[in-house]
Nanobody, 123 residues
Framework: QVQVVESGGGLVLEGGSLRLSCAASGSFFSINDMGWYRQAPGKQRELVATISKGGNTMYADSVKGRFTLSRDNAKNTVYLQMNSLKPEDTAVYFC?????????????????WGRGTQVTVSS
């Protein structure tokens, strides 16, 4: 059973910082990309940032220069450092992980999602 669990959300004033964590656990062979998405009320879920197993990152234009995504492969964990937060960053933040499982001699890749963590930025 694979679990992806986010933590670190909360309420912060505009201009403040938060650090989100996302940890994958369970029985699997390895993890490919991990990423963060967010969904504000009444809006579709959007990509925030992704990171490959090798540490290559990609960011949405709206967060470039403010958010930094890092990864600890030994802990199967990614960290999203969010600085200079704006009210428009308010959303539920979801983490996903591309989990590689090995069944017999066959590799399978499945995407697992966490339940999300609320980030609220007050002006």
């Amino acid at each position: 059973q694979v679990q992806v669990v986010e933590s670190g959300g909360g309420l912060v004033l505009e201009g403040g910082s938060l650090r989100l964590s996302c940890a994958a656990s369970g029985s699997f062979f390895s993890i490919n990309d991990m990423g963060w998405y967010r969904q504000a009320p009444g809006k579709q879920r959007e990509l925030v940032a992704t990171i490959s197993k090798g540490g290559n990152t990609m960011y949405a234009d709206s967060v470039k220069g403010r958010f930094t995504l890092s990864r600890d492969n030994a802990k199967n964990t990614v960290y999203l450092q969010m600085n200079s937060l704006k009210p428009e960053d308010t959303a539920v933040y979801f983490c996903d992980a591309e989990i590689v499982g090995l069944t017999g001699l066959q590799f399978r890749v499945n995407k697992y999602w966490g339940r999300g963590t609320q980030v609220t930025v007050s002006s």
